[in-house]
């Protein structure tokens, strides 16, 4: 019987792990993306994942389950450390002189707008739930897992998972509402067309537009094809 992929990355097989890469990187790069939405930072996300992916191998179990839950926890320990780090670093750039002038790259992310338009809707909407809560929807909403793989993923129960997607939930519901009657404000609001386009609740009992929120939330959270995918592509049409 052919050894599972588990079970080879388990044992420290190379080939496995490049495979392990070539298949899930670009699921990571997304949920990073999601996380923070920073694409740079999600670049360096992934890396980080999987050295602590090839660090924390013997932990995986064997079997024929994706590795994909494992992979997506360990990418949001990552995450959580990373937003730490660039926390401690923007205080110690506060502390700094301002910087002089920085020349205009306005041309270069033109054509990446509409992209980080809707990202930065969907976050602003994140920026409403707290931590757990956000983790939680990525994983659920826009990853697709269910209850039980999310739980896995994060290391906590499933009854966990189910109460902290339903608090976002109420939350982007609430947020619908608030839409529809002129935008919200404070730090995680939104004007009239920007948080409409990002994030939402449930269509509610009046037949209004939260069921459109919703469905701008999940393709807020589809997040265009990575430079790893590109690069597997590349690949592919050498061979």
């Given at each position: 019987?052919?050894?599972?992929?588990?079970?080879?990355?388990?044992?420290?097989?190379?080939?496995?792990?490049?495979?392990?890469?070539?298949?899930?990187?670009?699921?990571?790069?997304?949920?990073?993306?999601?996380?923070?939405?920073?694409?740079?930072?999600?670049?360096?996300?992934?890396?980080?994942?999987?050295?602590?992916?090839?660090?924390?191998?013997?932990?995986?179990?064997?079997?024929?389950?994706?590795?994909?839950?494992?992979?997506?926890?360990?990418?949001?320990?990552?995450?959580?450390?990373?937003?730490?780090?660039?926390?401690?670093?923007?205080?110690?750039?506060?502390?700094?002189?301002?910087?002089?002038?920085?020349?205009?790259?306005?041309?270069?992310?033109a054509q990446r707008l509409?992209?980080?338009?809707?990202?930065?809707?969907?976050?602003?909407?994140?920026?409403?739930?707290?931590?757990?809560?956000?983790?939680?929807?990525?994983?659920?909403?826009?990853?697709g897992l269910d209850a039980?793989?999310?739980?896995?993923?994060?290391?906590?129960?499933?009854?966990?998972?189910?109460?902290?997607?339903?608090?976002?939930?109420?939350?982007?519901?609430?947020?619908?509402?608030?839409?529809?009657?002129?935008?919200?404000?404070?730090?995680?609001?939104?004007?009239?067309?920007?948080?409409?386009?990002?994030?939402?609740?449930?269509?509610?009992?009046?037949?209004?537009?939260?069921?459109?929120?919703?469905?701008?939330?999940?393709?807020?959270?589809?997040?265009?094809?990575?430079?790893?995918?590109?690069?597997?592509?590349?690949?592919?049409?050498?061979?």
């Amino acid at each position: 019987m052919e050894t599972s992929l588990r079970a080879r990355v388990r044992a420290g097989d190379p080939d496995a792990f490049r495979q392990l890469f070539d298949e899930y990187a670009s699921v990571v790069y997304r949920h990073a993306v999601r996380l923070t939405g920073n694409w740079a930072m999600a670049d360096d996300i992934v890396s980080l994942t999987f050295l602590e992916a090839w660090r924390l191998r013997e932990r995986l179990f064997p079997g024929d389950d994706s590795p994909r839950p494992w992979l997506l926890g360990i990418a949001t320990n990552v995450t959580r450390n990373t937003a730490r780090a660039a926390r401690r670093h923007q205080a110690a750039l506060a502390r700094l002189p301002p910087p002089g002038p920085v020349p205009d790259f306005a041309d270069e992310v033109a054509q990446r707008l509409a992209d980080t338009e809707e990202l930065a809707a969907a976050q602003r909407a994140l920026r409403t739930m707290r931590r757990g809560e956000r983790e939680v929807f990525t994983l659920c909403v826009w990853e697709g897992l269910d209850a039980a793989t999310a739980a896995e993923a994060l290391g906590v129960a499933v009854g966990t998972v189910r109460a902290r997607l339903s608090r976002a939930r109420k939350r982007l519901r609430k947020l619908t509402e608030l839409e529809l009657i002129g935008g919200t404000d404070g730090n995680g609001g939104t004007g009239g067309t920007g948080g409409n386009r990002g994030m939402g609740g449930n269509q509610g009992e009046d037949g209004g537009t939260g069921h459109d929120t919703v469905q701008r939330a999940t393709t807020a959270g589809q997040i265009p094809g990575s430079r790893h995918q590109a690069a597997r592509s590349t690949q592919e049409k050498k061979r």
